[in-house]
């Protein structure tokens, strides 16, 4: 009967302590959360991860609680020591009752082989995985349908495997996956819209340039003594090839396409280069030794381009712009000389430099990256090119014809060069003043901020018997959202606030303001981890967006100190006796982000002459010429040199070797200290 007793209790007080256990926090998944122009958002990137092959990995029940968190990207310095190309992956996550049963895509974006389970049920598979060392890799392009049960909570697991992830990698591909979930209905209708616009454009302009090349093709063979017609050919043929496998690999399903696709464009684009230096010396000069040089510079390059395509692409780009600049100065120097025909194939010549120009400028980040500048316009300025070349043909078979038709084109070339200067004029004289504007708006906005910053600030130190205070601001060029404070309650208790939030100017000062509310509101709290945690609370209700508070907590009463930190640098304290310097607190998730985060309170004894540091990360994250960061170890090096002196002492000498360090370069984020020295 005893033992049946206490077998009894021990089975009741194990169930109470699994049912009020800390539970893993889940994503949370809303309908606001489909928030893009297509109503899909990607899901986290980190997930539990098993390297074992186990079906029951697939069921919702399982407890993967022990699993280590990975990037599903599986980027090389990311991966885990344990993944040997295949592995489990799970993310739990909950769903508001506004996406239950509603009709909902996923996809996934990756080069090998997965099977992806929801609930323990398998969805869909992309490829076949029938071993650990049989994989048959596949992509996924059309969007899978389903939809959620009534269940609040959710469990996504996916048995994925790619072997050849390193490859891919070096293809400028992931070598893991990433998972997307949106609107069935929006999926299915960009889907659709996609495909059909990726195979009409596919067809057209490869079509046309390939038309053009044969066109030419024949024209030089009919009439060998205009070779310019070959290499013209073989410059419309490339261009037609580009633009097939540029869309191509918008919709293959095949991943092995890309394993080569990197380097047949790269070895494309140095063919393009020789087919345009050569056409454009056919039509203007002699090939001079220019051209021999840039074959035999070619050779090498393309070699290096097929071994290492990633690696090349630095020197395809400068190759690209360079013939872009000889096709300028060969058009520029035919022009000078009157030279026949020179006008009109140049203008596209010129196009197609300009053209090639942009493209290279867009991918390179000076320009903006869009559908315009990396594939319209390149694309269009070899459109052009063909145009002028037809008008040039035509000269040749109708001179009278083309003397008509240039006059016209030279006519139309002022005008819209007299336009085009005119709306310039226009437009800089708009921008100089919207300019001007915005730059006086940003200036209130600044002071204001710093204003708002300062007034936050307590107007005294508190004056302990038993304590020194010393605190600094110190702010950089931009205003930022460091904040300290203090409380001092009828006891005698000091408790001490330091903080730093994201962002600048108004909006880290909405944050800072609603830190402080909450400061004095609750600054006498029993726990400061529970502070924090009603701290946090209470900023997610205020739904700040992605604004967040890092702070750190202190609380001295006599010789007890107690910490709370959250995102903050840790503290240090310098102990009298030793000499040694302790790090406390360091870790936590900012405020503001999510809840129920484990926050943790941290108990010392202080002794007379024990002194503390508490800062934010201007000071450690402080930069010099180098933009090299002055570093935790060199801050623990200054402050044990000043720990000896008194507060006002110690922060004056924190402040000097951090200018020393930076050498003049001013401050990119502001630096707060508050220093505590037990009497």
């Not at 490339?238 to 396409?257: C, G, M, N, Q």
């Not at 078979?397 to 819209?416: D, G, H, I, P």
Request: contains cysteine; negative net charge; charged residues 20%.
């Amino acid at each position: 009967m005893t033992v049946r007793l206490g077998l009894a209790l021990f089975l009741g007080l194990a169930s109470m302590a699994a049912a009020f256990a800390p539970r893993e926090s889940t994503i949370e998944i809303s309908a606001k959360e489909l928030n893009d122009e297509r109503g899909q958002m990607t899901l986290p990137t980190a997930w539990k991860f098993s390297p074992q092959d186990d079906d029951a990995f697939a069921a919702r029940s399982f407890d993967d609680s022990r699993w280590p968190m990975v990037d599903t990207v599986l980027q090389t310095q990311d991966r885990p020591a344990s993944w040997n190309g295949h592995g489990w992956f799970r993310l739990r996550f909950a769903v508001s009752p506004d996406l239950r049963g509603q009709p909902l895509a996923l996809t996934v974006r990756q080069f090998g082989a997965a099977e992806i389970y929801l609930d323990g049920e398998l969805l869909f598979a992309v490829g076949a995985i029938d071993g650990p060392d049989s994989v048959q890799p596949r992509l996924q392009r059309r969007p899978y349908l389903f939809s959620f049960d009534n269940r609040e909570e959710h469990v996504l697991a996916i048995r994925f495997a790619n072997p050849d992830g390193d490859l891919y990698e070096a293809a400028d591909r992931i070598a893991g996956f990433k998972v997307a979930l949106g609107s069935a209905n929006q999926e299915l209708l960009a889907f659709g819209q996609t495909l059909r616009g990726l195979a009409t454009f596919q067809a057209l302009f490869t079509g046309l340039f390939a038309a053009f090349a044969l066109l030419h093709l024949l024209f030089y063979v009919f009439y060998r003594e205009a070779d310019e017609n070959l290499y013209f050919a073989l410059l419309a043929g490339i261009v037609a090839l580009l633009v097939y496998h540029f869309f191509h690999s918008r919709f293959t399903e095949d991943p092995s396409f890309f394993l080569t696709f990197e380097r047949a464009t790269n070895t494309a684009w140095l063919l393009l280069c020789i087919a345009a230096l050569r056409f454009v010396y056919a039509v203007y000069q002699r090939p001079p030794r220019l051209l021999l040089m840039a074959i035999v510079a070619a050779v090498p390059l393309a070699i290096f381009a097929w071994l290492r395509p990633i690696d090349a692409r630095p020197w395809i780009l400068p190759a690209l712009l360079l013939t872009s600049v000889e096709m300028v100065r060969t058009v520029i120097v035919a022009n000078l000389r009157r030279q026949a025909g020179a006008r009109i194939v140049g203008l596209g010549i010129l196009i197609l430099a300009g053209g090639i120009s942009i493209g290279l400028l867009a991918n390179l980040g000076i320009l903006p990256t869009s559908g315009v500048t990396i594939f319209l316009i390149p694309v269009g300025s070899v459109l052009v090119l063909i145009l002028t070349m037809s008008i040039y043909l035509s000269r040749k078979f109708a001179l009278t014809s083309y003397e008509l038709r240039s006059q016209l084109n030279q006519v139309r070339e002022l005008s819209e060069q007299q336009l085009a200067q005119a709306q310039r004029t226009r437009e800089d004289e708009v921008g100089r003043r919207l300019l001007e504007a915005e730059n006086q708006r940003q200036a209130e906005e600044l002071e204001v901020a710093r204003k708002l910053q300062l007034s936050m600030l307590p107007a005294t130190l508190p004056m302990l018997p038993e304590l020194e205070v010393a605190a600094g601001m110190f702010t950089a060029t931009e205003v930022g959202g460091d904040y300290y404070d203090f409380d001092l309650a009828e006891d005698g208790a000091l408790t001490v606030a330091i903080g730093d939030a994201t962002g600048h100017g108004m909006k880290a000062g909405t944050m800072v303001t609603a830190t402080k509310s909450l400061f004095k509101a609750h600054s006498n709290s029993a726990e400061l981890s529970h502070t924090l945690d009603r701290f946090g609370r209470a900023l997610k209700r205020m739904n700040l967006h992605h604004l967040r508070m890092a702070l750190t907590l202190v609380r001295i009463t006599g010789r007890q100190l107690n910490l709370a930190a959250a995102g903050m640098p840790p503290a240090l304290l310098h102990r009298a006796a030793t000499g040694a310097i302790e790090s406390v607190g360091e870790g936590g998730m900012p405020l503001g982000g999510l809840t129920d985060f484990p926050y943790r309170q941290i108990d010392l004894e202080l002794q007379s002459g024990d002194t503390v540091l508490l800062m934010s990360d201007g000071f450690p994250e402080r930069l010099n010429h180098d933009d090299e960061m002055l570093g935790y170890d060199s801050v623990s090096e200054s402050f044990q040199r000043a720990a000896a002196n008194s507060p006002q002492t110690i922060i004056d000498h924190l402040v000097a070797d951090a200018e020393t360090w930076a050498a003049g370069k001013p401050a990119n984020d502001d630096t707060t200290f508050v220093v505590l020295r037990k009497r």
